[in-house]
Nanobody, 126 residues
């Protein structure tokens, strides 16, 4: 069964950093572009970052550029999202998703993605 599993969420204080992981099960990620999405309470799910299959091209939403970094280790079948200088707006569910296409496409939009993980929760507290 093809699926993704996210991990690394938890309770963090403002200003801290976090690294989320997305691991594929039942298939190899090396031919897939992978994206990370965030859904804050009461808001729609938004695309935050994408990385192409080879790991050579990344796209990060302007709202988080400079604080969010996406990377991948195809040998580990895993994609990472590093979040620095966390703030309250970063709280929410974080989801990774894989495309059947090796490229990210023109936008980080949900409809471009085929396989999703169940998400991992990030809670920011003071």
């Amino acid at each position: 069964q093809l699926h993704l599993v996210e991990s690394g969420g938890g309770l963090v204080a403002p200003g801290e950093s976090l690294r989320l992981s997305c691991t594929a099960h039942g298939f190899k990620l090396h031919s897939s572009a992978v994206g990370w999405f965030r859904q804050a309470a009461g808001r729609v799910r938004e695309g935050m970052a994408c990385i192409n299959a080879g790991g050579t091209i990344t796209s990060v939403d302007d709202s988080v550029k400079g604080r969010f970094t996406i990377s991948r280790d195809n040998a580990e079948n895993t994609v990472y999202l590093e979040i620095n200088s966390l703030n309250f707006e970063d709280a929410g569910g974080y989801y990774c998703a894989a495309r059947t296409d090796p490229n990210c496409g023109a936008s980080i939009s949900e409809w471009r993605y085929d396989v999703w993980g169940p998400g991992t929760e990030v809670v920011v507290f003071s």
